[in-house]
């Protein structure tokens, strides 16, 4: 990806069966197809967020268990409505 650290793979298109019988709000076990798709590589870090220009205010990335480990801990509690600019970024 031009100018972005961020190594990402190609995932095939393939089916899965989701959802589990056991569970009520998980019925019925049914198959999904998905299409090929792009997923990062590893987990997107603190440190690669805050400097990217999508980057969401401080104060979404910083809540969780990773709140004061260090830029090089995993991206964490970030909702999609506060990111900007990701698909333009990508």
Do not use: C
């Not at 792009?38 to 987990?43: A, C, I, R, S, V």
């Not at 990217?52 to 090089?72: E, V």
């Amino acid at each position: 990806m031009a100018g972005l650290d961020l190594p990402m793979v190609l995932v095939p298109p393939g089916e899965f069966d989701m959802g589990a019988d056991h569970l009520p709000d998980a019925r019925p076990v049914h198959t999904v197809a998905v299409e090929a798709f792009y997923l990062g590589k590893w987990e997107e870090t603190q440190a690669q967020m805050e400097g990217g220009s999508w980057a969401p205010t401080r104060a979404s990335t910083r809540a969780g268990a990773f709140a004061d480990a260090g830029g090089k801990m995993p991206v964490e509690n970030v909702f999609l409505g506060r990111l900007s600019g990701i698909p333009q970024a990508l």
